[in-house]
């Protein structure tokens, strides 16, 4: 089937933000064809892309209940909230998007829910928000680029000295970076000393994108056994399906003797 694209909005950082559907998957772009967002129509609250469903892979590190507060820095389609608030709903979820144009993009074409209680929108700059401060959170999502795909600040170490100042004692930091971009291991350097070196580079997606967790509170230390038992637990309770994530991070020697450690 031909991709069909039509122009919705004109974003307030530059570009444009445009939607296209193939095979019944809708996409998010902004200015280009490189993909912001996706859903599956059909399944609006499943997660599509390979790199957003291990920026869920969090889950495979704490117990329930966790996250309690997930921050989210960056809207795009909505993908990650929307999942958060649809398998996890005990969770509350911020949301922190630069651009209103994008959030009015996600409701109207990707499903964002409207429940203010549960899902609170900040139409904010993301660096600003986290280095003013504010309450600590469990998982902090970290996934903002402009339209020619710039992180900019959000890519800073003071930007990640304020990430990790707000994490809870059990708190998990989700970052995804594009990890063919120069700069990415200058990228990933800032986060290791923002971190003492608690942290964990995944092996890259085949799109490109590279996701790192973090962490400065509880440590973790779970064996490769235990990362399969808790993916096939997830992948039944909500079809979210990280069992090729720990198959890679086993096969790429992410496993340190055989185990996760952070």
């Known amino acids: ?20 559907e193939r095979a019944g998957v809708r ?5 280009s064809d490189w993909v912001q967002g996706a859903m599956r129509v059909q399944r609006p609250n499943d997660l599509e892309l390979r790199y957003t469903r291990e920026m869920m892979a969090g889950l495979l590190l704490r117990e329930a209940p966790w996250p309690c507060e997930a921050l989210l820095i960056g809207l795009g389609a909505g993908s990650l909230a929307k999942f958060i608030y649809r398998h996890l709903p005990a969770t509350a979820i911020t949301v922190v998007e630069i651009d209103p144009a994008v959030e009015s993009v996600a409701r109207a074409q990707f499903h964002l829910p409207d429940d203010p209680l ?16 504010g309450c600590r959170q469990d998982y902090i999502l970290v996934d903002g680029f402009d339209h020619e ?5 959000l890519e800073s170490f003071p930007f990640y000295q304020a990430c990790r100042a707000r994490l809870s004692e059990r ?37 490109g994108n590279t996701i790192v967790l973090a962490t400065a509170g509880e440590p973790v230390d779970l064996s490769g056994e235990d990362l399969f038992a808790r993916a096939e637990s997830w992948r039944r309770q909500t079809g979210l399906n990280l069992l090729p994530t720990v198959a890679r991070l086993n096969r790429e020697g992410c496993l340190s003797g055989g185990s996760l450690k952070l």
Do not use: K, W
């Not at 089937?1 to 296209?20: H, L, N, V």
């Not at 795909?149 to 600040?153: F, K, L, P, S, T």
């Open 27 to 31: 996409y998010l772009h902004f200015s």
């Open 149 to 153: 795909g710039r992180a900019g600040v």
């Open 118 to 133: 549960r899902l609170r929108i900040v139409i904010a700059d993301g660096a600003d928000y986290m280095l003013g401060g």
């Open 171 to 207: 708190g998990l930091l989700a970052i995804n970076l594009l990890g063919r971009q120069s700069g990415f291991m200058s990228t990933v350097e800032r986060i290791r000393r923002a971190f003492d070196e608690r942290v964990i580079v995944f092996p890259s997606c085949d799109s």
């Open 1 to 20: 089937m031909a991709r069909a694209t039509r122009r919705c909005a004109q974003p307030a950082t530059g570009g444009s933000i445009s939607i296209s």
